[in-house]
């Protein structure tokens, strides 16, 4: 059995458009959406991501994640990010067939959780995520990701 690798998603560098709900820790679903850039130099990939998020008023978010590039024949890597959390954040990206699952946590590990992103073709993937601080929900989402452009 081989490992799955063809993700179009973080394995090639791409502008992805992301639309979705956001939920927050009262279970209120709230529209947002934004876009991602992922590229890819010879020591780092990147992902640079801006969300929008409309509850009554405009919330922005901007984001960058520092991703090692996969080894060859391993299936995850790790990544890291210092923003958009209370503090820096520390991740994997792992690849189990048609799903890229990514665990996270803050350094200090009150902030914490996970993202699952799903291939449902090689322009488009639904995502699915919750954060926690501690152990209260600070908010989940859906989403789908279309890939508009890049390699």
Same mark, same amino acid.
């Given at each position: 059995?081989?490992?799955?690798?063809?993700?179009?998603? #973080?394995?090639?560098?791409? +502008?992805?458009?992301? *639309? $979705?709900?956001?939920?927050?820790? @009262?279970?209120?679903?709230?529209? %947002?959406?934004?876009?991602?850039?992922?590229?890819?130099?010879?020591?780092?990939? #990147?992902?640079?991501?801006? +969300?929008?998020?409309? *509850? $009554?008023?405009?919330?922005?978010? @901007?984001?960058?994640?520092?991703? %090692?590039?996969?080894?060859?024949?391993?299936?995850?890597?790790?990544?890291?990010?210092?923003?958009?959390?209370?503090?820096?954040?520390?991740?994997?990206?792992?690849?189990?067939?048609?799903?890229?699952?990514?665990?996270?946590?803050?350094?200090?590990?009150?902030?914490?959780?996970?993202?699952?992103?799903?291939?449902?073709?090689?322009?488009?993937?639904?995502?699915?995520?919750?954060?926690?601080?501690?152990?209260?929900?600070?908010?989940?989402?859906?989403?789908?990701?279309?890939?508009?452009?890049?390699?």
């Amino acid at each position: 059995m081989t490992i799955d690798l063809d993700h179009s998603y #973080l394995l090639k560098p791409g +502008l992805w458009e992301m *639309t $979705g709900s956001y939920v927050d820790r @009262n279970n209120n679903a709230w529209p %947002q959406r934004g876009q991602l850039v992922i590229t890819h130099q010879p020591d780092i990939w #990147l992902i640079e991501a801006q +969300l929008i998020i409309n *509850t $009554g008023e405009t919330q922005t978010v @901007n984001s960058r994640y520092d991703v %090692q590039p996969l080894a060859p024949g391993v299936a995850f890597t790790e990544w890291k990010s210092e923003t958009g959390g209370p503090e820096p954040v520390l991740g994997l990206f792992v690849v189990v067939g048609d799903t890229l699952m990514s665990p996270w946590h803050s350094r200090s590990g009150a902030y914490w959780g996970q993202e699952i992103l799903m291939r449902q073709s090689p322009t488009e993937y639904q995502g699915r995520g919750f954060a926690f601080l501690n152990r209260e929900k600070v908010s989940a989402w859906f989403t789908r990701l279309t890939r508009n452009g890049g390699q």
